[in-house]
């Protein structure tokens, strides 16, 4: 049978970690321990659980590989995921999407299930479907869960004076702070391409954060965040 991988990651933060690494072996060796023909694996990078089918890229697009004749994916039988959640968190979702996999013809298979259980499937058994419609509640309140915790660590850190909130504004890390007090001091008496000038010029500071040379662009950001933080 000739299927189709599928795997997301719900953070930005997340694409460069072993979410993908780990979601793609699992998924290639479910396949290969049931004779599957795993034609490619789509990559939902970045893209929350809650968010709808077909506002996700890399599920609209697998949609459209598999009726598309000149695709390698072509009538694709089936859809593989490492396990329900990676599909959905949110039991909404969840349905709606099978739902509308169930209409094309398509079965969605989850590789920690161990065998090949079509989960897209009403198939006429009642009980197959209240386990799936637990398993995707499941994984929402595990959802809720993280987020409130998340959530609760940030605001003990905030509480003790302690940045939690993704990146660390400009001037917080190391030998930042002297370059922010220049860029502070001399505008608006120096434009941003003035001020990008100078810090380009000097072999201490002709760096930004990311290792590239200052530009006016880089000097306006952390000038008006700054700003826009100490109001």
Same mark, same amino acid.
């Given at each position: 049978?000739?299927?189709?991988?599928?795997?997301?990651?719900?953070?930005?933060?997340?694409?460069?970690?072993?979410?993908? =690494?780990?979601?793609?072996?699992?998924?290639?060796?479910?396949?290969?321990?049931?004779?599957?023909?795993?034609?490619?694996?789509?990559?939902?990078?970045?893209?929350?659980?809650?968010?709808?089918?077909?506002?996700? =890229?890399?599920?609209? %697009?697998?949609?459209?590989?598999?009726?598309?004749?000149?695709?390698?994916?072509?009538?694709?039988?089936?859809?593989?995921?490492?396990?329900?959640?990676?599909?959905?968190?949110?039991?909404?979702?969840?349905?709606?999407?099978?739902? %509308?996999?169930?209409?094309?013809?398509?079965?969605?298979?989850?590789?920690?299930?161990?065998?090949?259980?079509?989960?897209?499937?009403?198939?006429?058994?009642?009980?197959?479907?209240?386990?799936?419609?637990?398993?995707?509640?499941?994984?929402?309140? *595990?959802?809720?869960?993280?987020?409130?915790?998340?959530?609760?660590?940030?605001?003990?850190?905030?509480?003790?004076?302690?940045?939690? *909130?993704?990146?660390? =504004?400009?001037?917080?890390? =190391?030998?930042?702070?002297?370059?922010?007090?220049?860029?502070?001091?001399?505008?608006?008496?120096?434009?941003?391409?003035?001020?990008?000038?100078?810090?380009?010029?000097?072999?201490?500071?002709?760096?930004?954060?990311?290792?590239?040379?200052?530009?006016?662009?880089?000097?306006?950001?952390?000038?008006?965040?700054?700003?826009?933080?100490?109001?």
């Amino acid at each position: 049978m000739k299927v189709i991988g599928y795997a997301r990651v719900s953070g930005k933060s997340q694409v460069d970690g072993d979410g993908f =690494p780990r979601q793609n072996a699992a998924v290639l060796g479910f396949c290969q321990a049931h004779v599957l023909q795993c034609q490619d694996m789509f990559q939902e990078e970045g893209v929350s659980g809650t968010v709808e089918g077909l506002d996700r =890229p890399a599920f609209a %697009e697998m949609l459209t590989a598999i009726s598309d004749p000149n695709s390698m994916c072509y009538d694709a039988k089936a859809i593989v995921v490492e396990r329900m959640d990676r599909l959905a968190r949110d039991l909404m979702v969840s349905e709606v999407l099978l739902s %509308e996999l169930r209409q094309r013809g398509i079965k969605v298979f989850s590789a920690d299930q161990g065998q090949c259980i079509d989960m897209a499937s009403d198939g006429g058994d009642p009980t197959r479907v209240l386990i799936r419609q637990i398993m995707g509640a499941l994984a929402q309140w *595990e959802k809720t869960m993280l987020v409130k915790k998340l959530r609760a660590a940030k605001d003990r850190m905030k509480a003790q004076g302690k940045y939690a *909130e993704g990146t660390r =504004p400009y001037g917080d890390l =190391p030998g930042e702070r002297v370059i922010l007090q220049f860029m502070l001091a001399n505008h608006p008496d120096m434009n941003y391409s003035q001020i990008a000038g100078v810090l380009r010029s000097s072999g201490d500071t002709c760096l930004n954060r990311s290792k590239r040379f200052w530009t006016e662009q880089n000097v306006r950001m952390v000038i008006v965040n700054h700003k826009k933080r100490n109001k």
